[in-house]
Nanobody, 121 residues
């Protein structure tokens, strides 16, 4: 049974940093496409960052240059380092895992419960 458990969310002031972690069980984070999504109030869920099995990364324009997605293989964990936070980054952040290797149009079958990020100005 696959489980993805996020942690690291919280409240932060604009300009600050947070580091989100997603610990996987029953699933190897470096073996398939994985991503971080966020659901912000009044907005559709969006994919903010993705990573493939070769650790190639992709980012939404809104977070490029500020967020970094990576694998921590020793801990079987997906990480999202978020710097330069703005109030627009406020939302529920979800870790998602696929069973695919080509990430461009991957379907994400596994989801965590989410971790809340709140950024104040």
């Amino acid at each position: 049974q696959v489980q993805l458990v996020e942690s690291g969310g919280g409240s932060e002031q604009a300009g600050g940093s947070l580091r989100l972690s997603c610990v996987a069980s029953g699933y190897v984070v470096s073996k398939y496409c994985m991503a971080w999504f966020r659901q912000s109030p009044g907005k559709e869920r969006e994919k903010v960052a993705g990573i493939d099995i070769a650790s190639r990364t992709s980012y939404a324009d809104s977070v490029k240059g500020r967020f970094t997605i990576s694998h921590d293989n020793a801990k079987n964990t997906l990480v999202l380092q978020m710097n330069g936070l703005t109030p627009e980054d406020t939302g529920m952040y979800y870790c998602a895992g696929s069973t695919e290797f080509v990430c461009y149009a991957a379907n994400y079958n596994y989801w965590g419960q989410g971790t809340q990020v709140t950024v104040s100005s």
